[in-house]
């Protein structure tokens, strides 16, 4: 059965550096989607992206959040220059044109800021 | 905007005994349901899913659940639950039309006692 897959599962980095979140969608899906679940909160909408596109975004994505589609098959999250309050698990999730409720969602990146 | 509440965020339940864990949201405009389960370190599968017609849905692992459009709530229930249903369960849902995002509750950690 085909799955949402992201890398790395845990990343540690410190106080302003530079993240990449990487997220291989399913392979005939076309919406994809950022969520993020700080410990003990509710899953949060970050982004929505479609035809090479942000569709829609929470307020949480401000200026130090960007997304990107390099190829075919990645969907990437970069945070710029990380704070202690990025400290989160981060989902990815993608759907197909049919069905863009159903969401298909990764097993999660945790991001730990020092 | 939607908003959703998931009211117990523990419940502690004997094998073999059954159990409802409750959902209630509000929106202005109708919505889709969704109850998601979150296995130990591993990502958020779909269980269910009301997107119209009767108001009872069957999902995986013997789950179902019954969407009530009076009182605003989607309750999921189990006759008998297993070991293996120890996990983290969210009610989310998503407006019919316009944005995809979906909106989640808190979570409710299940915890099956032999």
């Known amino acids: 059965e085909p799955e949402v897959t992201q890398t790395p599962s845990h990343q540690v980095t410190q106080m302003g550096q530079e993240v990449i979140l990487r997220c291989v969608p399913i392979s005939n899906h076309l919406y994809f989607y950022w969520y993020r679940q700080i410990l003990g909160q509710k899953v949060e909408f970050l982004v929505s992206f479609y035809n090479n596109e942000i569709s829609e975004k929470s307020e949480i994505f401000d200026d130090q959040f960007s997304v990107e589609r390099p190829d075919g098959s990645n969907f990437t999250l970069k945070i710029r220059s990380t704070k202690l309050e990025d400290s989160a698990m981060y989902f990815c999730?993608?759907?197909?044109?049919?069905?863009?409720?159903?969401?298909?969602f990764g097993p999660g990146t945790r991001l730990t800021v020092t | 905007a939607q908003s959703v509440t998931q009211l117990d965020s523990q419940v502690p339940v004997f094998e073999e005994a059954p159990v409802e864990l409750r959902c209630n949201y509000s929106?202005?405009?109708?919505?889709?349901l969704f109850w998601y389960v979150q296995y130990p370190n591993q990502g958020l599968q779909l269980l269910l899913k009301?997107?119209?017609?009767?108001?009872l849905v069957k999902g995986i692992n013997g789950f179902e659940a019954e969407f009530n459009k009076s009182q605003t709530s989607f309750h999921l229930r189990k006759p008998s639950v297993h070991i293996s249903d120890t996990a983290e369960y969210f009610c989310?849902?998503?407006?019919?039309?316009?944005?995809?995002?979906?909106?989640f509750g808190t979570g409710t950690r299940l915890t099956i006692i032999p």
């Open positions: 929106s202005s405009v109708s919505v889709y």
């Open positions: 989310a849902v998503t407006p019919y039309f316009g944005n995809e995002k979906l909106t």
């Open positions: 999730a993608s759907s197909n044109y049919r069905a863009t409720y159903e969401q298909y």
């Open positions: 009301y997107l119209s017609g009767s108001t």
